[in-house]
Each structure stands twice: as C-alpha cells, then as structure tokens.
C-alpha cells in the first residue's frame, strides 16, 4: 500500500518536526503544508479519514441508541400485533409518504453539498445546497407539527387524555402511540440538531472554508443528516403502513 | 489531496430516483394484503434504500476497508440484540405444561 509506505517514511516523524505538542497551531514549520492540518496527521488525507472513522463509531452508537427503541417497538408489536394494526391505520399514510419524499430529497441536496465543496465550487452554491436541506429539514418539521397537533386534538397522545373509546385494543393502542411519539420524538430531535449543525456549516462553508483540499466538516455533518434519513426510511413503514388491512383479516 | 472520492452528479440523481421508486413501491405494497410478505416485503425495500444511501450519498463504497467493518459492526450487534431478544419472547410459552 502506497498508504503504509508513506507512513513508514514518515515514522521518524517527531525526530525531525519541532518537539511541539498540542495546541501550536500558531507554531511555524519547516514543512509547507494546509493551514487546516492539525500536527499530530501525517498529511490532509490521514486527517479526512481518522474524522470520517470517528463519525462512524459516533453513529454505530446512534445505531444503536434507535435500535433500543426499534427493539421495544418489535417485541411490543409482537405481543399486540393486532392493536398496532388498528393504531397504525390512524396514521396519516400521506403525511408519512411526502415527509419521506421530503428527506430522501434533503439527503440529495446534502450529498450535492458534500459534492460542491469536494468540486471547490464558489460559496455562493455550497451555501445554497446546505440552505436546501436545511429548508427540507425545516418542511419535514413542519409536516410533523401538523401531525402531532392533529393527535393532540384527537386525543391520541398516550396519557390521562388518550381517548380509549376509539379502539377495539385500546391498550395496545397506547402502546402504539407512546412508541410513536418516543420514536418520531427522538428522531425530530436528531432533525434539529442537525439543522443546528448545517447552520455552523453554512457560516463555514460562507467564510470560504471548504475546498477539495479541505471538507471534512462538510463531509461528516452529511454522514449525521444521512444516518437520520436512514432513521426514517425505517420509521416510515413501520409505523405508517402496518395498518392498511385492518379490519381486513384481522 | 485529502482522497475523497467524487462521484458524478448522473449518479446522485440516480440513487434520488431510485429512493423515491423504492418509496413509491412501499406504499403501493402496503395496499395490498399480503399477509405476513408486508412485513418481508416493506422491510426489504427499506434495506435496500438504507443501503444505497450508505454505499453512495454516505461514500462508503469508496471508504476504507475498516469503515467498512465498522460500519458493518454497528448493524452485526443491531442483529445480536434483535436475534438475543426474540429468542426469548418468541420461546416464551413453548414449554406451557410440559415443566409444570
């Protein structure tokens, strides 16, 4: 590996470089290299990707942080099968489908993002991008304020208002409805963090940060707005469309 | 220089399309009472749309062999949680009488 070798080269590193430890960004070297590459990397390329691997062992953890609740949903729907049914058939399916439209377009307009910066694109357009999927990220929001309005009325939100009168399982229901909101909660939650984050982005991206010799920022906020799309590739149908048949063969 | 791959605007669109068929599909499936192949069906295509957004708007197609393991750790111990506790809920009952 060309990789390994250039490292090797590079091993009796400290020997040559200033004995500069931490925090001397400041600090002159007799190398040239990027501004942005921090002196503990080898060269831009082992930095981008020690960030992206630990975006990723970030997210193995949010993978799992979701997966308790997917588990609590599959072992509660197991147990009520039938009430799930009749509590997801209450869903709005066409909310549900246009929010998916909505985030599988955010995810585009991220990656051309990640694209334009990658391209060196001026900042006029890596900003666009960013503001794009903030605004999809912003009408998927939107969408979910209507919904769960919609249950507060109905008198659909589990507690000492849940309507049990609706339903044939009322419990089971509840049930439904806790893990709907925990679920989509959390997941609306992970959306305004990252609108959070495309906001810094964007000020980065604006100050003329990002180029194709430095992204990673750019790269690893998309990782985090990818995975939540993810998030809800799942959520959608395992929510929104197990109650089509109810009362069908119930 | 920092060694990421870019890929052609043509295949972003196409994986855009590709969600928004996958979408498309789940919601027409669900409409039709398949039994217990809803659930198969609905969870494949999900897969299958949470893969191409991993491979290409997330680049790990072009990632390093140990984001890859990584990666592919995260699902791995998903599965152990999921396959560990069905084996107890679903068992639970198949022993009625029998031990009593």
């Given amino acids: 590996m060309p990789d390994g070798q250039s490292r090797a080269e590079h091993f009796p590193g400290p020997l040559h470089r200033p004995p500069v430890r931490g925090g001397n960004a400041g600090v002159p070297d007799h190398h040239a290299h990027h501004p942005k590459l921090q002196h503990h990397f080898d060269d831009m390329e082992q930095q981008a990707e ?36 009749e509590a997801s058939h209450h869903l709005a399916i066409g909310w549900g489908a246009f929010n998916t439209g909505v985030l599988i377009l955010s995810s585009l307009t991220m990656a051309m993002a990640v694209r334009s910066a990658q391209t060196s694109q ?4 890596q900003v666009g991008w960013l503001a794009a999927t903030m605004f999809l990220g912003l009408v998927f929001l939107g969408v979910k304020v209507i919904e769960y309005s919609e249950k507060f009325r109905d008198h659909i939100v589990p507690g000492p208002h849940f309507n049990k009168a609706l339903w044939e399982h009322p419990s089971g229901a509840e049930i439904f409805y806790s893990l709907y909101f925990c679920m989509t909660g959390l997941h609306a939650l992970h959306m305004i963090i990252g609108i959070g984050i495309m906001t810094v982005v964007s000020i980065m991206a604006w100050r003329r940060t990002f180029n194709a010799n430095y992204y990673t920022p750019v790269e690893v906020s998309g990782l985090y707005w990818h995975f ?8 959608f149908p395992l929510l929104y469309l197990i109650g089509r048949h109810y009362g069908g063969h119930a | ?3 990421g791959h870019v890929a052609p605007v043509s295949l972003y669109y196409t994986i855009f399309g590709a969600l928004l068929v996958g979408t498309g599909l789940t919601v027409l499936v669900a409409f039709y009472d398949l039994g217990f192949m809803n659930n198969v069906v ?38 152990i949680m999921f396959s560990i506790t069905f084996s107890d809920y679903v068992s639970r009952g198949w022993m009625t009488g029998s031990l009593r």
Avoid at chain 1, 122 to 125: D, K, S, V
Avoid at chain 1, 228 to 235: C, K
Avoid at chain 2, 46 to 62: E, G, P
């Fill in chain 1, 50 to 85: 020690a960030s992206t691997l630990g975006m990723w062992v970030f997210l193995v953890t949010e993978i799992m942080f979701f997966g308790g609740l997917f588990t609590a949903y599959l072992v509660y729907r197991y147990l009520n099968a039938t009430a799930f049914q």
């Fill in chain 1, 122 to 125: 001026p900042r006029g357009t």
């Fill in chain 1, 228 to 235: 939540v799309d993810i998030v809800w590739i799942f959520l």
């Fill in chain 2, 1 to 3: 220089m920092s060694g």
């Fill in chain 2, 42 to 79: 609905m969870l494949t295509i999900a897969c299958a749309k949470a893969l191409l957004v991993i491979l290409y708007f997330m680049h790990v197609r072009w990632s390093s062999r140990l984001t890859w393991v990584v990666v592919g750790s995260g699902f791995f111990w998903l599965l």
